[in-house]
T-cell receptor, first 113, second 113 residues
Framework: AQSVTQLGSHVSVSEGALVLLRCNYSSSVPPYLFWYVQYPNQGLQLLLK??????LVKGINGFEAEFKKSETSFHLTKPSAHMSDAAEYFCAVSETGGFKTIFGAGTRLFVKA | GAGVSQSPSNKVTEKGKDVELRCDPI?????LYWYRQSLGQGLEFLIYFQGNSAPDKSGLPSDRFSAERTGGSVSTLTIQRTQQEDSAVYLC???????????FGQGTRLTVV
């Protein structure tokens, strides 16, 4: 069965600094991987996803994530944080051949001026 | 419809009362999920429907919680004899096929007083 672990329920960075949100997964088959973002008082929306092909995927607002099979990781990065990036971020995994998506507990990103 | 629709958007109920929360998924989406998001917490999986298969109820926290999906479309989450700890935002999501993103509704904010 698949599972997702997000390291750090809260991450704080300064504006302009690197953003790194960690996600590790377990899956018995090749996974599909997703990052979702939830801005304050809004619903969840897809930030980026990996299905097949290139392991480095780019999403909206300058975010990207790299699928590393050997490390079972799918960490989310952004070179330079902006105040508007303050939100909660959720990593998710689903298995090829299946439909159910499992979400991590979420990481709340704080951006300091 | 254009997106996942949930109703009501807000619900205040007295402790001990039953409540019903409704989710209209995107037309044609076969997978439907219910999640709970408590204040400051991540996403808690509740139940998953996929087509005509038996639902995955492994996330329901107690037998006071139940859900059904009629005609493979609209879903209703019922909470019986509500307790204060049931206060949370209840999110519904749907997805089309394997590997595709889940689309979330805006949620129902339930407050038990």
């Amino acid at each position: 069965a698949q599972s997702v672990t997000q390291l750090g329920s809260h991450v704080s960075v300064s504006e302009g600094a690197l953003v790194l949100l960690r996600c590790n997964y377990s899956s018995s088959v090749p996974p599909y991987l997703f990052w979702y973002v939830q801005y304050p008082n809004q619903g969840l929306q897809l930030l980026l996803k990996y299905t097949t092909g290139a392991t480095l995927v780019k999403g909206i607002n300058g975010f990207e994530a790299e699928f590393k099979k050997s490390e079972t990781s799918f960490h989310l990065t952004k070179p330079s944080a902006h105040m508007s990036d303050a939100a909660e971020y959720f990593c998710a995994v689903s298995e090829t051949g299946g439909f159910k998506t499992i979400f991590g507990a979420g990481t709340r990103l704080f951006v300091k001026a | 419809g254009a997106g996942v629709s949930q109703s009501p958007s807000n619900k205040v109920t007295e402790k001990g009362k039953d409540v019903e929360l409704r989710c209209d998924p995107i037309s044609g989406h076969t997978a439907l999920y219910w999640y709970r998001q408590s204040l400051g917490q991540g996403l808690e999986f509740l139940i998953y429907f996929q087509g005509n298969s038996a639902p995955d109820k492994s996330g329901l926290p107690s037998d006071r919680f139940s859900a059904e999906r009629t005609g493979g479309s609209v879903s209703t989450l019922t909470i019986q004899r509500t307790q204060q700890e049931d206060s949370a935002v209840y999110l519904c999501a749907s997805s089309l096929v394997e590997g595709k993103e889940a689309f979330f509704g805006q949620g129902t904010r339930l407050t038990v007083v």
